[in-house]
């Protein structure tokens, strides 16, 4: 059974950090993309990051410019990873991990969020001014 969680949400003042985990777990993650996204009620679901398998152990990843140079994302295979830095009050949201079971062919970023086949149920990010 797939499951994808994520994990370490929660309350934080304006400034603060907080670093997301999920896992991805049931099939063969390893080699295909897995991504961050987050929406709030009413609002689009907005890309966060994307990571790609570019061999061995290693990951290329690519950041929405809104959140580049505060979020930080880093993955060892099935599990990714979200440093948020210097949060701000928009940054509240619910955050969410996408990923990718392996298919012949592959997939790399940037990758169609439409394309993702198992999704999170998400994890609370609150930022207090």
């Known amino acids: 059974q797939v499951q994808v969680v994520e994990s370490g949400g929660g309350l934080v003042q304006e400034g603060g950090s907080l670093k997301l985990s999920c896992t991805a777990s049931?099939?063969?993650?390893?080699?295909?993309?897995m991504a961050w996204y987050r929406q709030s009620a009413g609002k689009e679901r907005e890309f966060v990051s994307c990571?790609?398998?570019?061999?061995?152990?290693?990951?290329s990843a690519s950041t929405a410019d809104s959140v580049g140079g505060r979020f930080t994302t880093s993955r060892f295979k099935n599990r990714l990873f979200l440093q948020m830095n210097s949060l701000k009050p928009e940054d509240t949201d619910m955050y969410y991990c996408?990923?990718?079971?392996?298919?012949?062919?592959?997939?790399?970023?940037?990758?169609?969020?439409?394309?993702?086949?198992?999704w999170g149920q998400g994890t609370q990010v609150t930022v207090s001014s």
């Open positions: 990571t790609s398998w570019v061999g061995l152990d290693a990951y």
């Open positions: 996408a990923a990718e079971p392996y298919k012949i062919g592959g997939g790399y970023c940037p990758y169609p969020s439409t394309n993702f086949d198992y």
């Open positions: 049931g099939s063969s993650f390893d080699e295909s993309p």
